[in-house]
């Protein structure tokens, strides 16, 4: 199964919708990019394909 995030960027964080074959399963929200620096919470999902 292949899922597609889509992804609309803000100041504040970065509000998705995961799809699959196009049709959206759901929304994502996700916390500012912090560059994750010595932290452990992750503060976003990284853009990679896995």
């Not at 597609?4 to 803000?10: A, D, I, K, M, P």
């Not at 970065?14 to 452990?40: K, M, W, Y």
Request: aromatic share 6%.
């Amino acid at each position: 199964m292949e899922l597609e995030l889509f992804r609309t960027y803000y100041p504040d964080g970065t509000n998705g919708e995961i799809r699959h074959v196009g049709t959206p399963v759901c929304h994502t929200i996700e916390l500012p990019s912090l560059q994750n620096a010595d932290s452990i919470v992750v503060t976003c999902i990284t853009n990679k394909k896995t």
